[in-house]
């Protein structure tokens, strides 16, 4: 499904500033694989799927997704297999502009862009239903700005509008991490549901042990460009946030110090 | 009575100018890119359609060489963004800069007069019996209403809400599969294309073709935009939006119109657009401002004396 093999990524190479964020990484995922990503700040996971998603470019190895080589392939034509959500609740939607328009470009990834009508009435019909099933009243509000809805209310929608179109992969960096602890169960259970359902392949980013031990079959960690821990079935499910902290300090003979993670 | 005929003669003006102004709002606002391309486009429209004219092109069929001419000027500055990274600001510079020679060598000399050419406007004057002023006012009003139409139309459409969305969220419209590079493009032509139509028109119906008479669009475009959403407020609906730029553009030459009246010299007419639109862009910064330490000093009083009730409670 997704294959990354001895990938590499320096940032600002040859400079003071130089910094080596994926280091010589491999991952390989199964179809409907939903992965949960932990490790400390500045461990590489973001890199790893802004690599995945085309973002920036690798400087080393390769990386497949459904068998296609997509290590050159720039972002807006990846984009057709992968569907996103972001940390920051303003990255994923364009806030001037209407719910609904934003769920109609969303609808339209993945497809040539014409001189047909943005949107169409019967379309209108499915993303109320749609935002339905969110249950946060939107569906009454399809032609408000998205500016004008909060961090949770935007995240829920830019979940919405990533799996609209079934992704091959959905990639999912700290997504809840913005929002208020009642918010963030809610994107989280709604975040499940529509994996389960759409039977979706999902690499997860999260900063709370308890959700990466819960949710999904299987759980990497990673720390300095790499991963030092890989865990899935059985095995993850008897997991301890204890156990975790243990591997990391084993892998990397560090202290774990990040307060974000033993506070959850 | 002067005074009525340089107010008819401005709003015409200003009707013409207004195409202008909404090809500036392409860039500026929906795109959010500041493309200073805009006082080379206008000029390379009035300096082709004149030159056309004066190689015996038809004065309508002018107009079509101008759109494409102002449509390329876009791509250039967008090639120079896009493909090259050179920021917005400096690609727009580059190629007006550029464009001054380019249209130095379109018409081979700094003006090309059309008194003696058969304008669109003669033919209309002709053919209608109305006078200049007119048949200017009315041709511009048609050529706007039809443009907003357009512009209306084009930016419902899948292609025109991916440009839309651009200048919103260029990080999300790439995570939605369009090239960024694309709408960009598309969004700068469209506005060099608009911009040139709006040069060769005027050049048409002022009777020549300067080389230097783009100096400054920029600003009278931004000066018509921002006296747009003075009247109107920012939140319109697309249509209306595009509507009050034209009447921001008249309302702009009817203001000049009149310091002229009053005895302004036309030498200090663009220090005067350069203050107006500094002061109109300054206005909603200082008002906001002083909402905001109103607002906190209205929260300290407030604070204040419920800290005394609270302590006449306590006692
Ligand atoms: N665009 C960039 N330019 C320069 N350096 C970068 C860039 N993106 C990431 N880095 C660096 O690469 C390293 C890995 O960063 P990354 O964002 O992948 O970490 P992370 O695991 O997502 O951390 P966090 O938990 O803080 O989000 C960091 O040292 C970071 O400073
Ligand atoms: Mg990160």
Redesign the pocket.
Known sequence: MLEISHVSKT??KGTVNE?K?LDDLNLKLKEEDFVTVI?G???????MLNMVAGV?PIDAGTIRIDSTDVSLMPEYKRARLLGRVFQDPMMGTAADMEIQENLAMAYRRGKNRGLSWGITKKEKETYHEALKRLGLGLEDRMSSKVGLLSGGQRQALTLLMATLQRPKLLLLD?HTAALDPRTAKKVLELTREIVEEQKLTALM?T?NMKDAIQIGNRLIM?HEGRIIYDVSGEEKQKLQVSDLLEKFEEASGEEFSNDRMLLS | MGILLAVQGAVSQGVLWGIMALGVYMTYRVLNIADLTVDGSFALGGSICAAMMTLGMNPWLSLLVAIAAGALSGAVTGFLHTKCEIPAILAGILTQIGLYSVNLRIMGRSNTPLLKLDTMFKQLMAATGLSSAWVSLITGAVFCAVLIGALYWFFGTEIGSAIRATGNNENMVRSLGMNTNVTKMLGLMLGNALIALSGALVSQSQGYADVKMGTGAIVIGLASIIIGEVLFGRKLAFGTKLFSIVVGSVIYRIIVAVVLQLGLNTDDLKLLTAILVAVALSIPVMLEKRRQTASYKASLNGNHKEEQEGGHAGN
């Not at chain 1, 700040?41 to 890199?47: D, E, I, L, Q």
Request: hydrophobic share 30%; glycine share 18%; charged share 20%.
């Open positions: 940032f600002n910094k964020a490790g700040n500045g461990a590489g996971k973001s890199t920036y700290e980013v900063h990673m």
